[in-house]
């Protein structure tokens, strides 16, 4: 069998494509085992693996803290994946490099495609979109998937955030004009575990999220509804909740290219929400 070998093994993706693609050959690599910036560090496991595929999950993903950080920010975002697709190509590996709704400024209206212009605002969706230019320049076999508003029953995340808060607070604020659409991570990490079966001329760029549309306060009254939780939800301006970053007021995702090209049926963000109420409450009834 294959090998496929994961970088950013231990986040939030990684750990949701361990439990959802337990039939592949996937070696899961933490930044501790694997310094995607090292680039004889990174030698030393294509030569020990032979990879046919490399799927990406490493980023560096504090927004806010990017802006203060820019150089960390450049080289895990922007220097190192055109390192691992300058191995990819040596060893004639397949990457798939996982990139943002970030890259775009967010001042439209309408479902982004992989052709509209990008234009980021803020130091993590330029060093992103880098990212996603130095593989496109190096390496011919390679799937970027821009996705949007990730989240899961792993690592530090939106919904997450929101059950913790509900614990000690009776309302709670959240913006309403930041407009997008969350993705549950593990029906993104079924669709890459798709990808590596069938990624042979269907190379390129690609829009992933769940169906549907929401606001940040649209998304945290669902969770609390969904879940049973009594909150009160009040809605604000983003302008009422300034961040050193700016984030897209709107970056809704067009997924037709991906849909047609792998087949897909994609959930609504909703249904995946449920899902993930659900898991929650089982691990803690564990």
């Known amino acids: 069998m294959s090998k496929i070998l994961v970088f950013g093994g231990s986040g939030q993706l990684g750990q949701c494509l361990k439990s959802v693609c337990a039939d592949k050959d996937m070696i899961f690599l933490s930044s501790e085992e694997a310094d995607i910036c090292n680039e004889v560090q990174l030698e030393g496991k294509f030569i020990q693996y032979k990879p046919s595929h490399v799927i990406n999950c490493a980023a560096y993903t504090a927004v806010d803290k990017a802006e203060d950080e820019e150089e960390k920010a450049s080289e895990i975002n922007a220097v190192a994946p055109r390192i691992i697709a300058q191995l990819c190509k040596r060893f004639n590996t397949v990457l798939i490099h996982i990139s943002t709704d970030f890259v775009f400024e967010g001042n439209q209206t309408g479902l982004l495609d992989e052709t509209y212009p ?130 897209p007021a709107y970056s809704v995702l067009d997924k037709s290219k991906i849909k047609e090209q792998f087949n897909l049926l994609i959930p609504n963000w909703r249904e995946s929400l449920t899902v993930c109420l659900q898991r929650l409450k089982e691990v803690q009834n564990q």
Not at 148 to 165: D, P, Q
Not at 214 to 231: G, H, K, P, Q, R
């Open 118 to 247: 990008t234009k980021p605002t803020g130091v993590y969706g330029k060093t992103k979109l880098n990212g996603e230019i130095a593989i496109q320049q190096i390496w011919d076999k390679h799937i970027i998937i821009r996705t949007s508003w990730l989240y899961s029953e792993y690592g530090h995340n939106f919904v997450k955030t929101m059950l913790r808060l509900a614990q000690d607070r009776e309302e709670l604020k959240v913006v309403a004009d930041q407009v997008g659409t969350p993705t549950y991570a593990p029906d993104l990490a079924k669709v890459l575990c798709k990808m590596v079966d069938n990624t042979e001329h269907r190379y390129g760029l690609y829009h992933y999220s769940n169906e549907g549309v929401a606001s940040w306060y649209d998304f945290a009254c669902a969770i609390f509804e969904l879940n049973s939780t009594n909150m009160r939800v009040l809605p604000i301006k983003t302008a009422d909740f300034p961040t050193k970053a700016q984030r």
